[in-house]
């Protein structure tokens, strides 16, 4: 497994993700995929299967030292009082005393980001989680968000595929010394029926999926893979024996397309970055 530093933050590069997974599936999955290698799971307090996420921890005999963790705290529960008292019920489902990497999972101008902030700090100073970070963040967001911040933001979590030129976050990302996590990064399903990555996994002996998830790896990025099939899992853990050459980088990064962005629902999503 390879692993993503930034700003004191160790992060397996491949993740599990469990959005939209059901609590029996997440449970079997996650016990299943641990077992097999994987060593980040990433859930949210809004995907309603935290316990199922600690039940499969704990299920797959990995000692919790192992696993790096990651849940995000839902916008409703922004006030301070609410944020903590909904990070203890996030603990208490995930039975653990602490997440490795707890995330604000989308803006939210209800409350304002220097008491998000403060209560993520809160958090970390507990010790109820090692790391903090963002996620959906735009650039503007991103440099506010660490200049409110006393300890250094380790993360921001954000869509990404071969669809949609994401420059302008990621060079952000490196001048704050954060890593990027990439969900969505099949797109929906629509990478696969690609021509031109069709074309880069024949020449590879790779499925399209392996290409995708080794793409975003390859820039240095953690991605997330999500499936309720053992078999794909393998298939998707399979992705650090090879190499893209800098033709095949370039050929996907070429995908790009002006309306390439799928995840942007309203009341949460921010005025979105454009690139140059």
Excluded: C
């Excluded at 990404?160 to 490196?174: E, G, N, S």
């Excluded at 996994?201 to 999500?226: D, E, N, P, Y």
């Amino acid at each position: 497994m390879n692993f993503i530093n930034a700003n004191g933050a160790s992060i397996p590069a491949l993740g599990f993700g469990t959005f939209r997974m059901e609590g029996a599936d997440t449970e079997r999955m996650v016990s299943h995929v641990l077992q097999h290698g994987y060593r980040h799971i990433d859930t949210a307090q809004i995907y309603g299967n935290e316990a199922a996420v600690g039940q499969g921890i704990r299920a797959s005999g990995v000692a919790r030292a192992d696993v790096f963790l990651t849940t995000k705290v839902w916008v409703a529960n922004y006030s301070r009082d609410a944020f903590l008292a909904s990070v203890d019920e996030s603990l208490a489902k995930l039975k653990t005393d602490y997440v490795d990497l707890l995330l604000l999972h989308w803006p939210n101008i209800a409350v304002s980001l220097e008491e998000q902030i403060a209560s993520l700090n809160a958090v970390a100073k507990s010790g109820k989680a090692r790391h903090i970070g963002v996620s959906n963040f735009n650039t503007a967001l991103m440099q506010e968000a660490a200049r409110l911040s006393q300890q250094p933001l380790a993360n921001n979590q954000v869509e990404y595929h071969p669809y949609l030129d994401q420059r302008p976050v990621i060079a952000t990302a490196k001048e704050l010394g954060m890593s990027l996590t990439a969900y969505y990064g099949m797109a929906d399903g629509k990478v696969l029926a690609d021509p031109v990555l069709q074309e880069i996994a024949s020449a590879h002996r790779r499925s399209v999926a392996q290409i995708v998830l080794r793409w975003i790896i390859q820039q240095g990025f953690v991605t997330l893979s999500k499936t309720v099939s053992e078999a794909r899992a393998a298939e998707n853990a399979a992705i650090f024996d090879f190499d893209l050459s800098n033709e095949d980088m370039a050929m996907i990064q070429k995908l790009a397309q002006p309306d390439g962005r799928i995840v942007s629902p309203d009341g949460l999503a921010p005025e979105w970055d454009t690139a140059a």
